[in-house]
C-alpha cells in the first residue's frame, strides 16, 4: 500500500494485513485516529496529542475524538435525537482517556449559561471524572489507570445546546482488588488517619510489590478540589477517607484459634478501626469472630456462633469489600446529587417515533473496563468479558446485523456479507442454563464450586459451542471462546463471589456507628428473601445499560492497544493484528463500503430538510405527491451523482456522508435566513403594537384638548424617520456613545432664542435626548439632555407641532416637528418608566419659556386662517414670540 488513508473504506482491498499497514503507518505519524465511515478507530499512542474541531463536519478535518463528540453535540441539536458514544477495546487501550477527552470537548463547545447553577453544573460534570478514578481505577499489570468498574455518564442540555445536568450510572466495581492484587499491581490514596510506617506495611497493598506512583501527591491535591466541587465539606470528606483508611487496618488483622473460638491474634489494629469507623472496639471484635444464626421468623429467635479462622479472614475481607463497594456508591449519588436534573414531561414526538424529553436532550459516554486476559482469571473477569461481549453484539446488531437485514425488508439492492456473530458465546454466559444462571441457582442451594461446575458441565458438555474444559479438569480451570479470544478461567470462589452478602450481624454492627457517613452506607434487611446474586444485579445493570443505548443513535469509538509495553512508538503486529480480527474491523469495512451511511424515515427527512428548496418550503400546497418524493428531490439538491441514495418502502438510504453534509450546510445557510425573516417580522410586529399603543395612550392624552392637522389624522407611529440603520454616520454615532436602543429619530426645527428657526434632528434613546446638528458627512451633537432631568412638556391647543422641554436646572428648549404626538408618546412613556412618575404636559396658547439662565420669552399662539397662508407664521418681538397657526381639522382625536 503507497499512501495511508484517513477513512478506511478508501481501502481497495480490506483485508486485516491492509487494516494494519493502515494503521501502523498513521500511528508512525502520530496519526492515531482513522475512520471506518463514521466509526472512530483509536490507537493508543501513550502520550499527549492535541488539536481543535470545533465547529466543522467530520469530512472537513483529520479523523479524531473531537470530531466524533462536535458530530454527536451537533447532531443532537438538529435532530433532537438522544446520542451515545461507545467507547469499547481492551484493557489499556486509551478509553479513559477517549472519555475525558470527549467529554471535556462537548462542554467547552456547549455554550455558556448566565445562570450560576447551570455554569456549576457544567463545572462538576468535568470535576467528577478525578473522583471516579481515584476511587474506581487501578494499576494493573496491562493498564496504569484501568477502570475497575463500568461508567455510563449521561449529560443533559437544554434546547439551547447548554449543559444543565447529568448522571452518573456505575457497573459491577471490582470489589476482589480492594483485599487481594496479583504480583505487580498496586491500589491506594495518601492519607494521614493513623497510619504508621510505608504502604507496604499494610497487607491490601503490600500484594503486588508496587507502592507509588509518579503524581500521587498533585491526584491527591485534585482530588480534594473534586469532593468540595461536588459539595463535600470536610466533616464528610473525613470520614470518607477515614473509611479507606480503616479499610487498610483490617486488613492487618490476624486470626487465630483458641480452644473453640477465633481470637484477633494482634488486638492493636482493633484500636485504630474502631475510632475511625466510630464502633465500640468490643462490638468490632464480635463482628469479625462471630456470626449471627436466625431460626423461625420471630423475635428472639437468634444466636451467636463462633467463626472458625477461615470464616472470620473472610469475614474481614468481605467486611473491607462492602464498605468499598458501599462508600463508592455513596460517592456515586453525591456526584448524581451534585448534577442532579429535575424529571420533565415526556411527550411523543410524530417525527421521530419515539417518546422523549420535553425540553432536556442527552449524550450519553460510555467508558467501561476492557476486555480482560490475566494469568489468573476469575469471577470478576467473567462479568467483565461479557459485558464486553454484549457491547460487541450491539456494534455487531447495529452495525452489521440489522443494517442487512433492513436493506432487505426495505427492497434495497444488495449483496449480504458473511460476519461473525457472537450471540452463543453471551448465551452461553446469561442464559437459564449457562454458566451465570447455574451459578445463581447453585448460589441459593449453598452448593460448592465443584457441585456448580458440575450442573454446568451436565447442561453445556464439553467442546459444545464456546466452551472448553479438559476431561480430567485439572486445577479447576475451564475457558470460554470470546469474541477477543480464549480465556481461562478458574472455578475457585465462584459461589462466594456471586452470593457476596456480608454477616447479617455485621451489617448490624456498622449501623451502630456514631459517624452519620459510615452508618448510613449499610442497610439491614430484616428477613429479606433470596437476596439477588451479584451476577443477577450485574445482568440487571447490563440490560438496562444495552436498553438505554439502543434507544439513542450511537457513535462509536473502538479502541485499540499497540503494545503491551504502555510506551509510545511501538506498534505490536501479533497483538494490533489480533484486536483487528476480534473487532471485525474487515467486515465492518465492507458493509460500509457496499452499505449506506444514513437511513432516515421519509417523514423525518422530509421535516429536518424541507427548507432547503424553494419549491417546498413556504408553500400553502406542495407540487410533491408525498414525502417519498419530496426526498428524491431534496437529496438531487445536495449530489448530482448517480446512486447516491436509494428510496426504499418507508425510508431513503443515503450511500455517502458528504450528501448529509452537504443538505446539513444547505440548511443551515438556509435557516439563518428563516431565523432573519422571523425575527425581522417579530421586531416589527412588536414595534408596530408598541407604536399603536403609543397613539392610542397620546391621543387619550391629547382629546379634545389639541386640535389635529389634517395630514396626521390617519398617520401610523414609525419611530425611525432617518433609516437609522443603513445610516453609516449615526451607526457610527451610536457605537461611540454606548447607545443601543433608539425609539425615536427625526429632522425637526429649533427655534433659537433670537427666534430664528435652525434645521437639526432629534434622537431620543431609552435614557437620553439628543440635539444634534448633522450636515453632509457629519454629526455634531449639539446637546445630549437626561429624560429624567425633564420638568415638564408645553404644547399649543392649535394644529401645530411646537414643543418646548423644560428643565428646572437648566435653560428650555423650543421644538418643531411634523410627529409632535409621537415625541409627546415617547417622552411620557420613558419618563414614567425611568422615574415612576407621570410628567405634566401643559397645554395653553401663552407660555413662557427660558432661553438662557438670566433671559425668558412668552410664546403666544393665534389661530389666523388670513395671517397663516403657511402652515405657520413667526412674528418676533423683544421678548414674544407670536406663531399663527391655520386651523385644524375638525375631526376628535
Not at 438510504?653 to 425575527?679: G, M, N, P
Request: aromatic fraction near 10%; include cysteine; charge should be positive.
Amino acid at each position: 500500500m503507497s499512501q495511508p488513508v484517513d477513512n478506511m473504506i478508501l481501502l481497495r482491498d480490506p483485508s486485516e494485513k491492509s487494516i494494519f499497514e493502515n494503521l501502523e503507518k498513521r500511528y508512525s505519524k502520530d496519526s492515531i485516529y482513522t475512520y471506518i465511515g463514521e466509526v472512530l478507530i483509536s490507537v493508543n499512542p501513550f502520550k499527549k496529542i492535541e488539536k481543535a474541531y470545533r465547529n466543522k463536519y467530520m469530512f472537513e478535518n483529520q479523523p479524531h475524538l473531537f470530531a466524533i463528540a462536535e458530530e454527536s453535540y451537533r447532531s443532537l441539536l438538529t435532530t433532537r435525537v438522544d446520542q451515545t458514544i461507545i467507547i469499547t477495546g481492551e484493557s489499556g487501550s486509551g478509553k479513559t482517556e477517549c472519555s475525558k477527552t470527549i467529554i471535556n470537548y462537548i462542554a467547552a463547545v456547549s455554550g455558556e449559561s448566565e445562570r450560576q447553577s447551570e455554569q456549576k453544573v457544567k463545572q462538576t460534570v468535568l470535576k467528577s471524572n478525578p473522583i471516579l478514578e481515584a476511587f474506581g481505577n487501578a494499576k494493573t499489570l496491562r493498564n496504569n489507570n484501568s477502570s475497575r468498574f463500568g461508567k455510563y455518564l449521561e449529560i443533559f442540555f437544554n434546547n439551547r445546546g447548554q449543559l444543565i445536568g447529568g448522571q452518573v450510572t456505575n457497573f459491577l466495581l471490582e470489589k476482589a482488588r480492594v483485599v487481594t492484587q496479583a504480583q505487580g499491581e498496586h491500589e491506594k490514596l495518601k492519607k494521614e488517619f493513623l497510619l504508621q510506617g510505608e504502604p507496604q506495611d499494610y497487607r491490601y497493598l503490600n500484594q503486588s510489590g508496587v507502592f507509588r506512583q509518579p503524581d500521587d501527591a498533585s491526584n491527591f491535591k485534585e482530588l480534594k478540589s473534586a469532593l468540595i466541587a461536588v459539595g463535600m465539606d470536610p466533616k464528610e470528606q473525613r470520614s470518607i477517607l477515614g473509611c479507606i483508611a480503616a479499610i487498610l487496618h483490617l486488613g492487618n488483622i490476624n486470626f487465630t484459634s483458641n480452644g473453640d473460638k477465633t481470637v484477633v491474634s494482634n488486638a492493636n489494629v482493633l484500636e485504630p478501626i474502631s475510632v475511625l469507623l466510630s464502633i465500640d472496639k468490643k462490638y468490632l471484635i464480635l463482628m469479625l469472630t462471630t456470626k449471627m444464626l436466625e431460626v423461625g421468623s420471630t423475635r428472639g429467635s437468634s444466636y451467636m456462633v463462633p467463626l472458625t479462622v477461615e470464616e472470620a479472614e473472610f469475614s474481614r475481607d468481605a467486611l473491607a469489600k462492602g464498605i468499598y463497594d458501599r462508600l463508592f456508591t455513596h460517592i456515586i449519588n453525591r456526584i448524581n446529587k451534585s448534577i442532579e436534573l429535575p424529571k420533565k414531561k415526556v411527550e411523543k414526538n410524530p417525527y421521530l417515533q419515539k417518546k422523549v424529553q420535553n425540553d432536556v436532550l442527552t449524550i450519553g459516554i460510555l467508558d467501561i473496563y476492557g476486555f480482560e486476559i490475566f494469568e489468573v482469571n476469575s469471577f470478576e473477569q467473567l462479568c467483565i468479558n461479557y459485558v464486553n461481549e454484549r457491547l460487541q453484539q450491539v456494534f455487531i446488531e447495529l452495525t452489521l446485523k440489522h443494517e442487512q437485514e433492513e436493506y432487505v425488508k426495505e427492497g434495497i439492492k444488495w449483496d449480504s456479507i458473511e460476519y461473525t456473530n457472537n450471540l452463543p458465546c453471551v448465551q452461553l454466559i446469561d442464559s437459564n442454563l449457562g454458566l451465570f444462571g447455574l451459578l445463581n441457582e447453585s448460589s441459593l442451594l449453598h452448593q460448592t464450586d465443584e457441585e456448580w461446575w458440575e450442573n454446568v458441565k451436565k447442561q453445556q458438555g464439553n467442546g459444545k459451542g464456546h466452551l472448553i474444559y479438559d476431561k480430567n479438569f485439572e486445577n479447576g480451570r475451564f475457558k470460554v471462546k470470546h469474541y477477543a479470544g480464549t480465556v481461562e478461567y478458574s472455578i475457585n470462589n465462584f459461589i462466594s463471589k456471586n452470593n457476596d452478602n456480608l454477616f447479617q450481624s455485621a451489617m448490624h454492627t456498622i449501623t451502630t456507628s456514631n459517624n452519620d457517613v459510615i452508618s448510613n452506607l449499610f442497610t439491614v434487611e430484616k428477613h429479606a428473601k433470596r437476596p439477588p446474586t451479584t451476577a443477577q444485579q450485574f445482568r440487571q445493570s447490563v440490560d438496562a445499560l444495552i436498553k438505554k443505548l439502543m434507544s439513542c443513535r450511537a457513535h462509536y469509538v473502538r479502541c485499540i492497544k499497540p503494545n503491551e509495553e504502555k510506551l509510545p512508538g511501538i506498534f505490536s503486529e501479533e497483538l494490533i493484528s489480533n484486536q483487528i480480527k476480534y473487532l471485525g474491523l474487515k467486515e465492518n469495512i465492507k458493509v460500509r463500503q457496499l452499505g449506506f451511511v444514513s437511513h432516515t424515515p421519509f417523514g423525518h427527512f422530509a421535516h429536518q430538510y424541507r427548507c432547503i428548496s424553494p419549491q417546498s418550503f413556504g408553500k400553502s400546497k406542495s407540487i410533491f405527491k408525498d414525502d417519498r418524493d419530496l426526498c428524491s428531490h431534496l437529496c438531487s439538491l445536495a449530489s448530482k451523482e448517480e446512486n447516491s441514495f436509494q428510496l426504499g418502502k418507508s425510508k431513503i438510504f443515503i450511500k455517502h456522508a458528504e450528501v448529509i453534509y452537504c443538505l446539513e450546510e444547505l440548511r443551515e445557510r438556509k435557516l439563518v435566513d428563516v431565523v432573519s425573516v422571523l425575527q425581522k417580522t417579530f421586531r416589527d410586529y412588536q414595534q408596530r403594537k408598541i407604536l399603536a399603543d403609543q397613539k392610542k395612550d397620546i391621543s387619550a392624552l391629547l382629546k379634545g384638548k389639541k386640535e389635529r392637522r389634517r395630514i396626521s389624522i390617519h398617520r401610523n407611529f414609525i419611530g425611525d424617520y432617518v433609516n437609522i440603520r443603513n445610516n453609516r454616520l449615526i451607526q457610527k454615532m451610536l457605537i461611540k456613545n454606548r447607545e443601543k436602543d433608539v425609539l425615536f429619530c427625526a429632522h425637526v426645527e429649533k427655534i433659537n432664542k433670537r427666534s430664528k428657526v435652525q434645521p437639526r434632528t432629534i434622537m431620543i434613546t431609552d435614557q437620553s435626548i439628543y440635539n444634534m446638528l448633522v450636515t453632509g458627512n457629519r454629526i455634531k451633537i449639539k446637546r445630549k439632555l437626561l429624560i429624567k432631568d425633564l420638568g415638564g412638556l408645553i404644547v399649543s391647543p392649535y394644529a401645530d407641532g411646537f414643543f418646548a422641554l423644560e428643565f428646572p436646572n437648566r435653560y428650555d428648549y423650543f421644538f418643531n416637528s411634523d410627529n409632535l404626538t409621537e415625541v409627546l408618546s415617547t417622552l411620557t412613556r420613558l419618563y414614567k418608566a425611568l422615574t415612576g412618575n407621570t410628567i405634566t404636559v401643559k397645554i395653553d396658547v401663552r407660555f413662557q419659556y427660558r432661553t438662557s439662565k438670566s433671559g425668558k420669552k412668552y410664546v403666544n399662539f393665534f389661530k389666523e386662517a388670513n395671517e397663516a397662508k403657511l402652515p405657520y407664521v413667526l412674528k418676533s418681538a423683544k421678548d414674544q414670540l407670536n406663531i399663527f397657526i391655520q386651523p385644524g381639522a375638525t375631526v376628535s382625536h
